[in-house]
């Protein structure tokens, strides 16, 4: 069990990092901005907040926690529901001073610091004409995104994140900074792809940056509840375009302006206008409540949904595996079960479920021991979004939750297929350490305990999916 860090030691540590990290001590305004998360369920308060500027203030900071046994967290884009990027009274190492994004065009890639969120790549990177692989919402972090494994539009034609990542830098557990690539600790790297949060923080990672001289053409296009039916049999035919080209996202949720259901699309194709709307015509051709697609530049494209996540307030997200295609009837009864209750429950009014209607064969495409996230396989994502107000309500709202991923998990039964369980970025990550590490990393669980076992056997990065070795 790891403690709280006491005044003494944050002003011995105050010392050491002075040149290297910023100190924000327990009640300033600093530490209450930074340690405020995008949700406050899963938030906890740090004894101390250190913001590294470079590689060295963090390496510090990680053998100083070692050394003092003190309980230690990361965080970069603060977008995580569950406690895995908070301490309570230890020290939480804060990422966002790092966050520069740097193009060599030699090589077609871009080196991103550890604290970087998406728009700060998609900004850099569009004005040079790339872009990379990255989220779907502009201000969750590049950090956490990664290192589970990370989709977003580009993922049909390009992979997952984690596919595109040349290298990358991090800190291990014994303080050193280890540059791993396929060619350079390669251990590590293999490790970071999926599982990186156990294993230590880093503070660079290389992407691959793809050319991106044209704009995409993107947008929401919303539809009333009656014609769920006819919308997901229109995504479905258009879910798989032979170059990738294609992404949507399905969202069931209720209208702000007339509180009843509706189903909107957002729509992605890294094409032509004319290629766009052929590849979409079942969908278009309907009638629709409202329409913003338009051609706009690829970073425009990755904050688009912004605005209906907006940080504040209680937060949980759930992650859902789904049958690929999906079931249209299955579909209407899951908006039907949503409207119930949102409208019975003003306070949750803003929750959404989210289906991502991503082409997985560019997933499939890599063998899943190439890298530690197992979950490549033909389903889609959903994520549940859950927010609310009012703290006494986190019981039945979080039950209700859950009863929303039984109903997907047995849709899923149904047509054939156990729910593996297995982690992405949604889906099956658990601070509980009685879960076996083959529930969640299947068969790259043996090679990940053998990994830390290795480089941190006193596991001093815990937070997110606790390993341990399965006794008898
Ligand atoms: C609104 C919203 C939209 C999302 N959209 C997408 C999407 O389009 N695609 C997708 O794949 N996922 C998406 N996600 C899921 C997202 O990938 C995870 O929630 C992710 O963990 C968030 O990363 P973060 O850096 O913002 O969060 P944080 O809470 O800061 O960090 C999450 C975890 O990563 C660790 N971590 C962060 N940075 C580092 C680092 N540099 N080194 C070591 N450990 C680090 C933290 O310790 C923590 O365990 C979304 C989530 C939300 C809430």
């Known amino acids: 069990m790891r403690s709280a860090i006491i005044?003494?030691?944050?002003?011995?540590?105050?010392?050491?990092?002075?040149?290297?990290?910023?100190?924000?001590?327990?009640?300033?305004?600093?530490?209450?901005?930074i340690s405020k998360r995008w949700s406050a369920i899963g938030s906890e308060d740090p004894g101390v907040v250190i913001?590294?500027?470079?590689?060295?203030?963090?390496?510090?900071?990680?053998?100083f926690a070692r050394e003092n046994n003190i309980d230690l967290a990361v965080q970069c884009g603060r977008h995580s529901t569950d406690s895995s990027a908070s301490t309570d009274g230890g020290i939480l190492i804060d990422m966002s001073y790092?966050?520069?994004?740097t193009v060599n065009k030699n090589t077609s890639s871009i080196r991103v610091q550890g604290g970087a969120l998406w728009r700060d790549v998609n900004e850099v990177a569009s004005q040079h004409g790339l872009a990379v692989v990255g989220g779907t919402v502009s201000q969750v972090g590049v950090g956490g995104l990664t290192l589970r494994g990370g989709n977003g539009y580009l993922t049909p034609e390009y992979g997952l994140v984690i596919d595109n990542l040349l290298s990358a830098t991090v800190v291990m557990p014994d303080d050193t900074e280890l540059a791993v690539s396929a060619h350079e600790n390669p251990d590590i790297f293999w490790a970071?792809?999926?599982?990186?949060q156990t294993v230590g923080v880093v503070t660079e990672f290389e992407f691959k940056a793809h050319p991106q001289p044209d704009p995409v053409w993107s947008g929401i296009r919303s539809h009333s509840g009656e014609s769920v039916l006819s919308v997901m049999c229109a995504l479905n035919s258009a879910l798989?375009?032979?170059?990738?080209?294609?992404?949507?996202?399905a969202v069931l949720a209720l209208s702000p302006d007339t509180g009843s259901a509706i189903v909107s699309a957002g729509l992605f194709f890294n094409g032509p206008e004319d290629a766009a709307r052929e590849h979409f015509t079942q969908l278009l051709e309907m009638e629709c409540l409202s329409d913003d697609v338009s051609m706009r530049?690829?970073?425009?494209?990755?904050?688009?949904?912004?605005?209906?996540?907006?940080?504040?307030?209680?937060?949980?997200?759930?992650?859902?595996?789904?049958?690929l295609p999906m079931r249209p009837e299955f579909v209407a009864f899951l908006l039907e079960?949503?409207?119930?209750?949102?409208?019975?429950?003003?306070?949750?009014?803003?929750?959404?479920?989210?289906?991502?209607?991503?082409?997985?064969?560019?997933?499939?495409?890599?063998?899943?021991?190439?890298?530690?996230?197992?979950?490549?396989?033909?389903?889609?994502?959903?994520?549940?979004?859950?927010?609310?107000?009012?703290?006494?309500?986190?019981?039945?709202?979080?039950?209700?939750?859950?009863?929303?991923?039984?109903?997907?998990?047995?849709?899923l039964r149904q047509s054939g297929r156990e729910p593996t369980g297995l982690v992405s970025n949604?889906?099956?990550?658990?601070?509980?350490?009685?879960?076996?590490?083959?529930?969640?990393?299947?068969?790259?669980?043996?090679?990940?305990?053998?990994?830390?076992?290795?480089?941190?056997?006193?596991?001093?990065f815990n937070k997110l999916n606790p390993l341990y070795e399965e006794k008898g």
């Open 7 to 33: 005044l003494a030691q944050i002003q011995t540590l105050e010392t050491q990092v002075k040149q290297d990290a910023i100190v924000f001590y327990a009640g300033s305004e600093e530490y209450k901005g």
């Open 51 to 63: 913001c590294p500027l470079n590689a060295g203030g963090v390496s510090m900071t990680v053998g």
């Open 98 to 101: 790092m966050k520069q994004v």
């Open 192 to 196: 970071i792809r999926g599982a990186g």
């Open 240 to 249: 798989a375009h032979p170059g990738g080209k294609a992404a949507a996202q």
């Open 297 to 323: 530049e690829y970073a425009d494209a990755g904050s688009m949904l912004d605005p209906v996540v907006p940080p504040g307030g209680r937060k949980k997200v759930l992650g859902v595996q789904m049958t």
């Open 337 to 411: 079960t949503i409207e119930r209750q949102l409208v019975s429950e003003p306070d949750m009014k803003q929750s959404f479920l989210a289906i991502d209607y991503m082409d997985p064969s560019s997933i499939c495409r890599v063998p899943v021991e190439d890298t530690a996230f197992p979950s490549r396989g033909d389903f889609l994502n959903g994520a549940l979004i859950l927010q609310w107000n009012d703290p006494e309500k986190d019981k039945p709202i979080l039950s209700w939750g859950e009863g929303i991923q039984k109903l997907c998990e047995n849709e």
């Open 426 to 460: 949604f889906v099956g990550y658990t601070q509980d350490n009685q879960t076996p590490p083959v529930d969640m990393f299947g068969i790259n669980a043996q090679r990940l305990l053998n990994i830390k076992a290795k480089y941190d056997p006193d596991d001093l």
